[in-house]
């Protein structure tokens, strides 16, 4: 009943021309999107419910974006605009490199011609469940849980499944719900507009990282990718959009020019660019409440 009433709401808003009256205050600003899992038709749904995106969701927000956003490569986005724009810039990214982004989501954007970033941890590739979805199974992961698995076993997927005696191959699940193999993110990057950064090299909390494997962390992904790929961006999402000053600093070092967080709305400031911010899209959002946030109507 609240869901149906939300909704009832949201479109309530959007008839109104709110989301319109939104939109023209950030003509000059860019928003950048961050995405996670795409169920492709006809899969059943698996793991983390709110990073699970069915695929008929996705292309419905690309048609959205398409109508009211100039839909730019992330490295536009970063930049100042060249000049006041009649419409606001929108980025697309994926962070973790699931089959079903590399696969199903980069389908739906190669038929629109629209670009976008996969951030890769890759040594999380090979068609690996991520501890997440391990634990979370089908609804959202518990957030005590979460809080103990980020501090305590510091984000490290294979920490936190040998304590809770879980392994990261079982309980199958579909295809689409593991990480990307090489084959695939090699198809994926040779699409047009698909472009790739950095997500670390194993998906840790950077932040309660000793330095020296912080750093490794942060090296080697990049290493990895540029070692591989052509045009890989110096460019590196936080896992769980977690950081710190020193964080941040080490990113610098490492090697990258910007990174990303995973909120914070509309790139309106650039003058801290290793603490850029991005909008997530969970799963679960309406039609007319993505047209709400991708508008500023509603963060």
Not at 19 to 42: F, K, M, N
Not at 52 to 77: C, I, N, T
Not at 265 to 274: H, I, L, N, S, T
Request: proline share 6%; aromatic share 6%; hydrophobic share 45%.
């Amino acid at each position: 009943m609240r869901r149906r009433l939300k909704q009832l709401v949201e479109r309530g808003l959007v008839w109104s021309g709110a989301s319109r009256i939104a939109l023209a205050s950030h003509r000059a600003d860019a928003l950048i999107l961050a995405y996670h899992a795409i169920v492709p038709e006809g899969e059943p749904a698996a793991g983390d419910a709110s990073l699970h995106l069915a695929q008929s969701d996705f292309a419905a927000q690309l048609d959205v974006l398409a109508q009211r956003h100039d839909v730019v490569p992330l490295a536009d986005a970063l930049a100042e605009p060249a000049s006041r724009s009649r419409r606001p810039r929108a980025a697309l990214t994926f962070d973790d490199a699931y089959a079903g982004a590399v696969l199903a989501g980069v389908a739906e954007l190669e038929r629109r011609g629209m670009p976008a970033t996969i951030f890769v941890p890759p040594g999380l590739l090979g068609g690996r469940r991520f501890w997440w979805d391990v634990l979370g199974a089908g609804d959202v992961l518990d957030p005590v849980l979460r809080r103990r698995a980020l501090t305590e076993w510091r984000g490290q997927g294979d920490v936190i499944l040998g304590a809770l005696g879980r392994r990261g191959d079982e309980s199958a699940g579909p295809a689409y719900a593991r990480s990307a193999t090489e084959r695939e993110l090699e198809r994926a990057a040779a699409v047009a507009g698909i472009t790739l950064g950095s997500h670390t090299w194993s998906h840790p909390n950077l932040a309660a990282l000793d330095p020296a494997a912080r750093d490794a962390e942060l090296r080697d992904s990049l290493a990895w990718l540029r070692a591989r790929y052509e045009g890989v961006l110096p460019v590196i999402t936080y896992p769980y959009g977690l950081q710190t000053e020193a964080v941040q600093r080490a990113a610098e070092a490492a090697g990258y020019e910007a990174a990303l967080c995973i909120a914070g709305g509309w790139v309106a400031d650039r003058r801290r660019p290793f603490a850029m911010p991005r909008m997530d899209v969970p799963a679960g959002v309406s039609r007319a409440g993505f047209q709400l946030r991708v508008s500023g109507v509603v963060s």
